[in-house]
């Protein structure tokens, strides 16, 4: 079974694949992706799937096809850092009738190293 963290707008719920229903996470939660030395995107929705450490960013820029990112989630206001992870963008949504944005594989997900 899959297990999801959704963020709309900091507001971050569970999801179990194969299970009826929704938890809400109590804590607001923040994306920021670093690329090439910017922060494009900061706080933006996105879709966590941690069975497969990969994430949907919500977004009309996108990046381009195997761009090398770092991906920060964080809590603000005061932006403490949770974790960190190298990333590489693996797909872009950009369908008509679909969320436009990327698809980002996270390397060493499986290996959570928090910062405290």
Do not use: W
């Not at 995107?41 to 820029?61: P, Y």
């Not at 974790?83 to 949504?93: D, L, Y």
């Amino acid at each position: 079974m899959d297990k999801y963290f959704i963020d709309k707008r900091g507001k971050v719920e569970e999801r179990i694949e194969g299970r009826a229903g929704k938890k809400n996470v109590h804590f607001p939660l923040c994306l920021a992706i670093q690329y090439e030395g910017n922060v494009p995107f900061e706080c933006i929705d996105f879709l966590l799937n941690t069975s497969k450490g990969r994430l949907f960013a919500q977004t009309d820029n996108v990046l381009p096809l195997g761009s090398p990112v770092l991906v920060h989630f964080y809590i603000p206001p005061e932006t403490k850092l949770l974790a960190e992870f190298k990333g590489k963008v693996i797909e872009i949504q950009e369908e008509e009738g679909k969320a436009r944005g990327i698809v980002i594989k996270l390397r060493d997900f499986f290996h959570i190293r928090l910062k405290r």
